[in-house]
């Protein structure tokens, strides 16, 4: 049978739907187009309204389109709100327990012809093992950790995810190690929140994983997906400082730039605290680049709270910022904040962050003009080869197809945006 894979929302669900296509391709099934398939399965995304009514309308769109098929909506929307598929003829629902089953489901359907919900309490699950081997040779991704507790007011990915838990580290090295064996260059490890791996295990941390895993021979590079500043602790510092695996480029979420919307976002620093840190990595790693997220329009944001977010942004000089406008999210405790921004508002603001972000990327691109970088070609087109450094600069080069997944070293020409020109 043939089957079609629709992910929603984060790099998380990505790897996810990887894993699901995995265990599909080697139980037999074979990977289709959209049009060709006999198994449609939706894995859902819920971080906004806009998330469930986007994840709702795929499931409806596949259902009416593809009758008769095998349909399958799996993942955070699922796991919360269920019941917004009553009525739909979905043939298997599950939340963001089982993935790794999903065949057993599946032949389980194709045998009674029975509608499945298996929807478990999250809150009770421990860590659900995956892993990957079918990445290209360029990046690989490791998922370490799943679920969130710093129920942040405007959102409900804790309820979507559960609580922290980690992957076995003994099982993290040998997945690495596995991966630098079949000559993956790059590592990344991701999460829901990342850097809280090992808080539901004993006498272990985010940064204990770290120290184990530069030591592994034949790794390049370890990227980390996301990290919240709080655990920049100085035994993080401490491997930043010893080990160059570990890659020129940290994104961590800002959110805002006003302590008073940090309060509101029940987000665990302050702005104080956000710059000492980012001070801390650059006495470091002078020329890391640190990227970041931001949510404008969030309920009190008034137009000098969102000035005080701009001139935090500058003062930091982040080298990009994804900018998202505040989407309430029901069952979140910013639903009951007053003073709420109108969406004119948040455009106006999404679009002027954005224009900063783009400012300060450029200023950041040409620190590099003249000099000699290394950097991993991942594309070939028209005759050029085009890669990332470690601090995730875009470098264009003459090349060849025979240069792919081979470190080069360039020196920098010029910039056309969004690439640096390297010879």
């Given at each position: 049978m043939k089957f079609y894979i629709y992910t929603l929302g984060c790099k998380v669900n990505a790897y996810e739907s990887n894993v699901i296509k995995d265990k599909l391709i080697n139980n037999g099934y074979i990977k289709s187009n959209e049009n060709d398939a006999d198994i449609y399965i939706i894995n859902t995304c819920t971080v906004t309204n806009t998330s469930d009514n986007k994840s709702l309308?795929?499931?409806?769109?596949?259902?009416?389109?593809y009758k008769n098929k095998i349909v399958v909506a799996v993942g955070c929307m699922t796991q919360v709100n269920y019941s917004l598929l009553k009525g739909i003829n979905v043939s298997i629902i599950l939340g963001n327990s089982g993935k790794s089953k999903i065949v057993e489901y599946i032949e389980e359907f194709k045998k009674n012809k029975k509608p499945i919900i298996k929807v478990d309490n999250i809150m009770d699950k421990g860590f659900e093992d995956m892993c990957l081997n079918n990445f290209d040779k360029t990046r690989a991704f490791v998922k370490i950790?799943?679920?969130c507790e710093n129920y942040c007011s405007y959102c409900i990915?804790?309820?979507?995810?559960?609580?922290?838990?980690?992957?076995?580290?003994?099982?993290?090295?040998?997945?690495?190690?596995?991966?630098?064996?079949?000559?993956?260059?790059?590592v990344v490890l991701t999460g829901i929140h990342t850097g809280h791996y090992g808080a539901d295990l004993k006498d272990?941390?985010?940064?204990k994983l770290l120290k184990e895993i530069v030591k592994i021979k034949g790794l390049k590079r370890l990227r980390i997906s996301s990290i919240e500043i709080t655990e920049l602790d100085?035994?993080?510092?401490?491997?930043?400082?010893?080990?160059?695996?570990?890659?020129?480029h940290m994104h961590i979420p800002l959110q805002s730039g006003s302590d008073k919307i940090l309060k509101l976002m029940n987000r665990k620093y302050d702005k104080k605290y956000f710059i000492e840190r980012i001070e801390k990595l650059r006495s470091i790693r002078p020329l890391i680049s640190i990227t970041t997220d931001v949510i404008v329009g969030f309920p009190g944001e008034d137009e000098s709270l969102?000035?005080?977010?701009i001139e935090t942004i500058k003062k930091i000089k982040f080298s990009k910022i994804h900018?998202?406008?505040?989407?309430?999210?029901?069952?979140?405790?910013?639903?009951?904040?007053d003073n709420k921004v109108d969406d004119?508002?948040?455009k106006n603001r999404v679009k002027e962050l954005i224009n900063i972000s783009k400012n300060l990327e450029i200023e950041y691109f040409n620190k590099f003009i003249n000099k000699t970088v290394e950097f991993l070609p991942e594309v070939y087109k028209d005759g050029f080869i085009i890669g990332h450094t470690g601090n995730y600069l875009q470098i264009k080069s003459v090349g060849t197809i025979k240069d792919l997944n081979t470190f080069k070293t360039v020196k920098i020409e010029k910039l056309e945006y969004p690439y640096l020109i390297g010879k």
């Amino acid at each position: 049978m043939k089957f079609y894979i629709y992910t929603l929302g984060c790099k998380v669900n990505a790897y996810e739907s990887n894993v699901i296509k995995d265990k599909l391709i080697n139980n037999g099934y074979i990977k289709s187009n959209e049009n060709d398939a006999d198994i449609y399965i939706i894995n859902t995304c819920t971080v906004t309204n806009t998330s469930d009514n986007k994840s709702l309308k795929t499931i409806r769109r596949v259902v009416n389109k593809y009758k008769n098929k095998i349909v399958v909506a799996v993942g955070c929307m699922t796991q919360v709100n269920y019941s917004l598929l009553k009525g739909i003829n979905v043939s298997i629902i599950l939340g963001n327990s089982g993935k790794s089953k999903i065949v057993e489901y599946i032949e389980e359907f194709k045998k009674n012809k029975k509608p499945i919900i298996k929807v478990d309490n999250i809150m009770d699950k421990g860590f659900e093992d995956m892993c990957l081997n079918n990445f290209d040779k360029t990046r690989a991704f490791v998922k370490i950790e799943d679920g969130c507790e710093n129920y942040c007011s405007y959102c409900i990915i804790p309820y979507a995810r559960g609580k922290v838990r980690s992957k076995d580290p003994k099982v993290v090295i040998e997945e690495i190690k596995s991966l630098v064996k079949c000559g993956h260059k790059e590592v990344v490890l991701t999460g829901i929140h990342t850097g809280h791996y090992g808080a539901d295990l004993k006498d272990y941390s985010f940064s204990k994983l770290l120290k184990e895993i530069v030591k592994i021979k034949g790794l390049k590079r370890l990227r980390i997906s996301s990290i919240e500043i709080t655990e920049l602790d100085d035994e993080f510092m401490e491997v930043l400082k010893n080990s160059k695996v570990l890659v020129d480029h940290m994104h961590i979420p800002l959110q805002s730039g006003s302590d008073k919307i940090l309060k509101l976002m029940n987000r665990k620093y302050d702005k104080k605290y956000f710059i000492e840190r980012i001070e801390k990595l650059r006495s470091i790693r002078p020329l890391i680049s640190i990227t970041t997220d931001v949510i404008v329009g969030f309920p009190g944001e008034d137009e000098s709270l969102f000035k005080e977010t701009i001139e935090t942004i500058k003062k930091i000089k982040f080298s990009k910022i994804h900018v998202f406008p505040f989407s309430l999210r029901k069952g979140t405790k910013a639903e009951d904040l007053d003073n709420k921004v109108d969406d004119v508002t948040k455009k106006n603001r999404v679009k002027e962050l954005i224009n900063i972000s783009k400012n300060l990327e450029i200023e950041y691109f040409n620190k590099f003009i003249n000099k000699t970088v290394e950097f991993l070609p991942e594309v070939y087109k028209d005759g050029f080869i085009i890669g990332h450094t470690g601090n995730y600069l875009q470098i264009k080069s003459v090349g060849t197809i025979k240069d792919l997944n081979t470190f080069k070293t360039v020196k920098i020409e010029k910039l056309e945006y969004p690439y640096l020109i390297g010879k």
